[in-house]
């Protein structure tokens, strides 16, 4: 196992700077995720680790190893692409292989190592088959199974799954969490899909305009969002936003809106005397911490309910402002509808409107 170290990266494309400063340590054997919209600058960053996109600023190191000016054959690296990029003229054995055959590597060992992958990734009774003769996924498990009989030290996945239907993502993410666990190598995988980077990986990097927003495991990232972007970038449906004041009340810090007035937490929340007592919020709450029930503190009608299978989505019209709430038991919530709710204000996130950090 390899650890993948950047340094003050910086890439250019022409006169545009994409990426600026940038550091990331990758541990030995994790499974980091990078996560964000298009445009971002997740695949670049890939690129880069894999030597495909030349550097202007800082290093990188896979082992230990300074390889900022190595070729990409020389990184010990595999890569995973979004396209399958298979030779469809060749069997899946002769496509898993074909590197090897390259670079020179015994016959021997090419048998094993491509016997070694099949196993593991349920190829076996396909090796003789061709490109065409295959599904989607067994197509994007050969991919898969062509950077494993490099042996890498690291794995690079550039949104492997994007163009497979839903049930297929869904099995494939699986298999990867699987394959990882087995082998316990290092990866790094690029999506912009939350479902991938939450199931998938140790930790999660959400990236926005070429810098890194946060990083932690999913589930800390997910309920202690650091910024506003964050916050509102994960989660289906998305964080429901108030704007307001954060002010101090007789037994602590109170967030007040035209809509709405909540009690915070005292032990988390407390109101910056230096700014008169009052301070401009941005108070967020995560869909599942809004309770529908019949003692609740707020009320408000009934837009919309959306079946979701195992749950539903209930959108509230509080005062003109659109709240989704999380329902999981079969009440009957009928459109304009007058119902009661509370927030669980252990659970929100408040951040300062002007910097959009949380508080």
């Known amino acids: 196992m390899s650890g993948v170290n950047v340094k003050n990266l910086g890439i250019r494309f022409g006169s545009n700077a994409v990426i600026e400063h940038l550091d990331l340590a990758v541990n030995p054997g994790e499974f980091l995720v990078l996560l964000g919209p298009s445009g971002c600058g997740k695949s670049t960053l ?4 894999a030597g495909l ?3 202007a600023e800082g290093s990188i190191e896979i082992g230990g190893n300074d390889v900022t000016e190595a070729e990409p054959n020389e990184r010990g690296i595999g890569m995973v692409f979004q396209s399958y990029a298979l030779y469809p003229t060749m069997t899946v054995e002769r496509n898993m292989s074909f590197g090897l055959r390259v670079s020179g590597t015994p016959k021997p060992a090419i048998e094993e190592r491509v016997k070694r992958a099949a196993r593991m990734l349920q190829l076996e009774p396909l090796l003789q088959r061709k490109p065409s003769q295959l599904s989607g996924g ?13 042996d890498a030290n690291v794995f690079l996945l550039d949104e492997p799954l994007s163009n497979l239907d839903a049930k297929l993502r869904t099995e ?5 969490k699987l394959l990882h666990n087995s082998l316990g190598a290092t990866m790094i995988y690029v999506t912009h899909d939350q479902v991938e980077a939450m199931t998938l990986a140790t930790r999660v990097v959400v990236m926005r305009g070429g810098k890194i927003q946060q990083i932690g495991a999913p589930v800390a990232v997910y309920e202690r969002p650091e910024n506003l972007f964050v916050a509102g970038f994960l989660g289906a449906p998305g964080m429901n936003f108030l704007k307001g004041e954060l002010t101090e009340g007789d037994s602590g810090a109170v967030f007040t ?11 988390t929340f ?10 401009a919020v941005v108070l967020g709450i995560r869909p599942e911490d809004i309770r529908i029930h019949e003692d609740g503190e707020l009320s408000g009608t009934v837009q919309l309910v959306e079946p979701m299978g195992n749950h539903r989505v209930v959108w509230i019209n509080m005062n003109g402002i659109s709240l989704s709430a999380v329902l999981h038991d079969d009440r009957d919530i009928r459109t304009d509808s007058t119902i009661r709710y509370s927030f669980d204000v252990r659970r929100v996130s408040c951040f300062d409107e002007a910097t959009e950090q949380r508080l």
């Not at 067994?138 to 490099?150: D, K, N, W, Y």
């Not at 809106?257 to 032990?267: G, N, Q």
Request: net charge positive.
């Open 257 to 267: 809106s035209t809509a709405v007035k909540v009690p915070l937490d005292p032990a």
């Open 46 to 49: 890939l690129h880069s680790i």
């Open 53 to 55: 996109i030349d550097v």
């Open 270 to 279: 407390k109101v910056d005397t230096h700014r008169s007592g009052r301070r």
């Open 138 to 150: 067994q197509r994007q498990r050969v991919a898969i199974g062509r950077a494993l009989v490099r």
């Open 172 to 176: 494939l993410r699986r298999e990867l």
